[in-house]
Nanobody, 126 residues
Framework: QVQLVESGGGLVQPGGSLRLSCAAS????????VGWFRQAPGKEREAVSC????????YYSESVKGRFSISRDNAKNAVYMQMNSPKPEDTAVYSC???????????????????WGQGTRVTVSS
């Protein structure tokens, strides 16, 4: 069964750290571009970060640049997002998805991503 499963969410204090995981089953995640998205309460889903399948280039939204880091572990068929110094405004449900497109992942529209996971909730609060 082809699926993506996110984990690692929870409650974190501002300035702390958290690592989210996106584990794939039924296919090889390394051959796909992977994107992390988030949706805060009452807001539309937004792209947070992505990693390109062809050359490994990454993209971060301005709101997380310098604080979040995306990485792959091909041996574990997973992609991670390290969240450092989270802020209350980072509170959201985080989801990952895959895309077959190989152009710069910052240009890949949301509709080109598939097999969305169920999401993992991150709450940043003291």
């Amino acid at each position: 069964q082809v699926q993506l499963v996110e984990s690692g969410g929870g409650l974190v204090q501002p300035g702390g750290s958290l690592r989210l995981s996106c584990a794939a089953s039924g296919f090889t995640l390394a051959t796909y571009t992977v994107g992390w998205f988030r949706q805060a309460p009452g807001k539309e889903r937004e792209a947070v970060s992505c990693v390109n399948s062809e050359d490994g280039t990454v993209y971060y939204s301005e709101s997380v640049k310098g604080r979040f880091s995306i990485s792959r572990d091909n041996a574990k068929n997973a992609v991670y997002m390290q969240m450092n110094s989270p802020k209350p405004e980072d509170t959201a449900v985080y989801s990952c998805a895959r895309s077959q497109r190989t152009d710069g992942c910052e240009r890949i529209p949301e509709y080109a991503y598939h097999n969305w996971g169920q999401g993992t909730r991150v709450t940043v609060s003291s």
